[in-house]
């Protein structure tokens, strides 16, 4: 009888366990296609064709967005021209767009706002798109970089991938 009573208990607790992880997996999913949706409010290319990839170095971290298409020069040149808006922006505190986009609770955001004169940003052209590097020597912006690139990569799902350097 005891045994069949831990039996239960512990089919009840996998059934709960997997009923939650399930839920959190929906609302990661719809997170994720809100972020997609909203994706133009901020970003003028298409996020469906083109990739963020986020790479945290030892320094901080690189931004890259790149067009799935390397022949697409429309796309190019519009991550190109964001992206270095972007950098300008950064360098000054100024995270307005990833705040619309992703909220004002984003991780890492606001060590990056309130010590922007801590944080190097460093624009480049790539061939088929742009790159934003960031440097931090104080390790609470260093570490603010590396959760921000993270929350970034959770957020964009499949528009996203940790890193592919070349």
Same mark, same amino acid.
């Given at each position: 009888?005891?045994?069949?009573?831990?039996?239960?208990?512990?089919?009840?607790?996998?059934?709960?366990?997997?009923?939650i992880i399930i839920?959190q997996k929906q609302?990661?999913?719809?997170?994720?296609?809100?972020?997609?949706?909203? +994706?133009?409010? @901020?970003?003028?290319?298409?996020? *469906?064709?083109?990739?963020?990839?986020? $790479?945290?170095? %030892?320094? #901080?971290?690189?931004?890259?967005?790149?067009?799935?298409?390397?022949?697409?020069?429309?796309?190019?040149?519009?991550?190109?021209?964001?992206?270095?808006?972007?950098?300008?922006?950064?360098?000054?505190?100024?995270?307005?767009?990833?705040?619309?986009?992703?909220?004002?609770?984003?991780? +890492?955001?606001? @060590?990056?706002i309130t010590q922007? *004169?801590?944080?190097?940003?460093?624009? $480049?052209?790539? %061939?088929? #798109?742009?790159?934003?590097?960031?440097?931090?020597?104080?390790?609470?912006?260093?570490?603010?970089?590396?959760?921000?690139?993270?929350?970034?990569?959770?957020?964009?799902?499949?528009?996203?991938?940790?890193?592919?350097?070349?």
């Amino acid at each position: 009888m005891r045994k069949n009573i831990i039996i239960a208990v512990l089919a009840v607790v996998v059934v709960s366990a997997v009923a939650i992880i399930i839920s959190q997996k929906q609302r990661l999913e719809e997170r994720q296609q809100e972020i997609h949706d909203r +994706g133009s409010l @901020v970003m003028p290319f298409d996020l *469906d064709k083109t990739t963020h990839v986020f $790479k945290q170095t %030892d320094e #901080g971290g690189i931004q890259q967005v790149r067009a799935k298409d390397s022949n697409d020069t429309e796309q190019i040149q519009l991550i190109q021209q964001h992206l270095r808006e972007e950098a300008d922006r950064f360098a000054r505190g100024d995270f307005g767009d990833p705040q619309m986009l992703h909220g004002d609770n984003m991780p +890492g955001l606001d @060590v990056l706002i309130t010590q922007a *004169d801590e944080l190097q940003v460093e624009y $480049k052209d790539l %061939d088929d #798109g742009a790159q934003i590097t960031y440097i931090a020597d104080n390790p609470e912006v260093f570490n603010a970089i590396h959760l921000w690139f993270m929350a970034q990569v959770m957020d964009h799902g499949s528009d996203a991938m940790p890193h592919m350097m070349q």
